[in-house]
């Protein structure tokens, strides 16, 4: 008896601890897969969220990126050799280099990379000062989704003082011309504005950034500001002769067309008076 009990000691003693798991609802990165050996201790993920991403040695030298937001901290399983930093910031140069990737700034515990690709940009920091592990910050750059849109009161005082003004709080799908159901509010607001004064009259211009063909953009901005017309007059009892749409695509722009930032500004509805 005494035999068999020993025995099966021995047994459980080699039976291999269970692999600790990562945490409730964590993943790795699309862009980067995990170290061998690795587990997720911390993951955090915002729609919206800025970064400083060191760009040099010296005080101040970062650049602020804004965009959705990842935090993943990896560290060494149990009985697992921890890869060095220097270990662990050449992997992810050589993995980020493979998908078209920069170096941006890399130091003994940083090292910064950019990814651009298809009109993306990706900032990934990987910050090896984590004991047995290692944390990475990822930006995918972006604009934030316009929730807050000007009153009636504010659309009248632009249309006093300079004729027109930006509405960015109406949506479209890519290339479509459908008003999508997250524009209520600014139609809303707009309709507030022509109920307010009986008298007043607009254009309704659409806008697009410089993507694609100008003929294109054309006809899409033309059934843009025909699509807002009509969601005015149908849906928010506003006759039709005080509404005309045109299209100018990207021929009015107000801001570069060469960053994501730019075309997004440049994506709007305005509204000018007659």
Request: glycine content about 10%; overall charge positive; hydrophobic content about 45%.
């Amino acid at each position: 008896m005494r035999r068999f009990a020993l025995l099966f000691a021995a047994v459980l003693l080699a039976v291999p601890a269970l692999a600790k798991p990562d945490v409730p609802g964590s993943k790795d990165h699309p862009l980067l897969t995990r170290m061998q050996h690795m587990v997720i201790e911390v993951y955090k993920t915002k729609p919206f969220e800025v970064h400083a991403f060191k760009t040099g040695a010296g005080k101040g030298a970062a650049i602020p990126v804004e965009g959705r937001w990842y935090q993943i901290r990896y560290k060494a399983e149990d009985g697992a050799e921890a890869p060095t930093p220097v270990a662990i910031l050449r992997n992810h140069q050589t993995a980020l280099r493979n998908v078209g990737g920069t170096v941006v700034f890399q130091d003994a515990r940083y090292g910064i990379f950019k990814v651009a690709k298809g009109g993306a940009e990706t900032w990934v920091e990987v910050d090896t000062a984590w004991g047995r592990g290692y944390m990475l910050t990822i930006v995918e750059k972006g604009m934030m989704a316009q929730e807050v849109v000007a009153d009636a009161a504010a659309m009248k005082g632009d249309l006093k003082s300079t004729g027109h003004v930006a509405v960015y709080g109406i949506h479209f799908d890519t290339n479509k011309s459908e008003v999508k159901v997250e524009s209520k509010a600014a139609l809303e607001e707009i309709a507030r504005l022509l109920k307010l004064d009986p008298a007043l009259k607009l254009k309704v211009v659409g806008h697009t950034d410089m993507t694609g063909s100008l003929e294109a953009n054309l006809r899409l901005s033309q059934a843009r500001a025909e699509a807002v017309v009509q969601a005015l007059v149908g849906q928010h009892g506003i006759a039709a002769g005080r509404l005309t749409g045109h299209g100018v695509g990207p021929l009015a722009p107000v801001a570069s067309n060469d960053t994501e930032e730019g075309r997004a500004r440049n994506r709007r509805v305005e509204l000018v008076k007659e």
